[in-house]
């Protein structure tokens, strides 16, 4: 295996990648994707005939080629699994079921039934053509849902329920710019997850290039990602791209508590020649019920805009909580991977109590078991942890949380004081 240069890239140095980089257009949209998961993971794809000895590469000349990945047309299958370390199995899926805006829809909406990614393992096979043509298939043990968007239209069908959920951009809609999506969620494939982690490169980050992997049957540079803080629950991010194309073939998130991987998602099987037309057709199977979606407006939020392949500027902050920022009642403490959601509950109240809330003493103990009591300036609290994401609950009302350590919840709500 040919040694990579490790070389150590900042904000400052990854933010001229940007104005160079060309639409990575081959990505599924997220109307097409549809997923609403916080994390996903991979089993490890084809026997490993060993690291590849590929050209030495520095880690801004990676990122480069992630930005500079132009491909339109690929098709595959890889695996999705997720380890949160929920105290319920499965908590996750059945908390997140219909919770983003526009849910309820049916049993074939993306937005409800894609929700169950959120935990678990799952298959899935993936076919894109253009920024036009996009199909996602997830395979259960005896049922199969799929989601295809084709020139402007979006079809979904759960073969389990006999549902099907349709919708189409507005009449005279560019099909491309005017695709109807559902809501913005958590990414599907790893060039998804990679966008995220890049959009958190800053000073707060360490950017090397860690080694070669075949991935899928493909070549692949090895790009990791650490936090240099102290205090994140993340412990790395490793993405295999393509050393050809640059396509993003497997993303893995480790916490920094070790063990299995968080997130690990990536191609078992990939094609990048062109799918058959056929596999972007849909017509509704005889009797199956279909949901029409209500009718989308230009404009609305998150029908606006095509996706990006990366942002337009790296900012330094955890994916998720730069949008938090300025909304009513939250206020984002520190940046980087240590970032903070600061939250008022209105009413300023905290979690309900037995006696005083009328909440049973049964419950009381079941929620009791599910957290840490913990205590501070702020007063007293209650932490409720997974491998990734912690959140701190005050007594009095307020909720900080973020990926960041039972301690580092309890330091921010001492110095919010």
């Not at 480790?254 to 099987?269: H, I, N, P």
């Not at 009095?396 to 110095?415: C, F, I, P, Q, S």
């Amino acid at each position: 295996m040919a040694p990579n240069d490790s070389a150590e890239t900042t904000g400052e140095a990854t933010g001229t990648v940007v104005g160079r980089r060309k639409a990575a257009r081959y990505i599924v949209p997220v109307a097409v994707a549809g997923v609403a998961a916080a994390t996903i993971g991979l089993v490890p794809a084809l026997a490993n005939s060993g690291d590849p000895d590929l050209p030495k590469i520095s880690a801004q000349e990676l990122i480069e080629k992630i930005a500079a990945s132009d491909e339109e047309q690929l098709s595959g299958t890889f695996k999705i699994s997720t380890d949160l370390g929920l105290p319920l199995d499965g908590l996750a899926g059945s908390l997140l079921q219909g919770a983003g805006e526009g849910g309820g829809k049916g049993a074939a909406a993306p937005e409800d039934k894609l929700m169950e990614l959120t935990s678990g393992t799952h298959t899935l096979r993936v076919a894109v053509d253009g920024p036009e043509k996009q199909r996602l298939s997830v395979l259960g043990k005896a049922s199969e849902y799929n989601v295809i968007h084709n020139r402007g239209e979006v079809w979904a069908y759960d073969s389990q329920s006999d549902e099907v959920y349709h919708a189409k951009a507005p009449e005279g809609a560019d099909a491309e710019k005017e695709t109807p999506r559902g809501p913005e969620g958590a990414p599907a494939l790893p060039k998804d997850f990679a966008e995220q982690a890049l959009a958190a490169v800053g000073d707060t980050t360490s950017v090397t290039v860690d080694g070669t992997a075949r991935v899928a049957g493909r070549d692949a540079y090895q790009l990791l990602i650490k936090p240099k803080q102290s205090g994140s629950t993340i412990g790395s991010v490793r993405i295999a791209v393509d050393a050809e194309n640059g396509v993003p073939l497997k993303f893995t998130l480790a916490a920094a508590s070790g063990g299995k991987a968080v997130v690990d998602a990536g191609f078992t099987k990939v094609d990048f020649s062109r799918p058959a037309a056929s596999q972007f057709d849909f017509t509704p199977p005889k009797g199956a019920k279909v949901t029409e979606a209500d009718e989308l407006e230009p404009g609305k939020e998150g029908h606006d805009a095509p996706r990006k392949a990366l942002p337009e500027k790296f900012s330094g902050q955890l994916p998720g909580l730069e949008g938090l920022e300025g909304s009513e009642g939250v206020n984002v403490i520190g940046k980087g991977w240590t970032s903070i959601a600061a939250i008022e509950i209105p009413g300023g109240k905290g979690l309900p109590t037995a006696g005083s809330d009328g909440l049973p003493a049964e419950a009381q103990g079941f929620l009791d078991a599910l957290g840490d009591k913990v205590t501070g300036k702020f007063g007293s609290g209650t932490v409720f942890k997974t491998r990734l994401v912690n959140a701190l609950v005050t007594d009095d009302g307020k909720v900080y949380v973020g990926a960041v350590t039972k301690d580092t919840l309890v330091r921010a709500a001492d110095g919010a004081k």
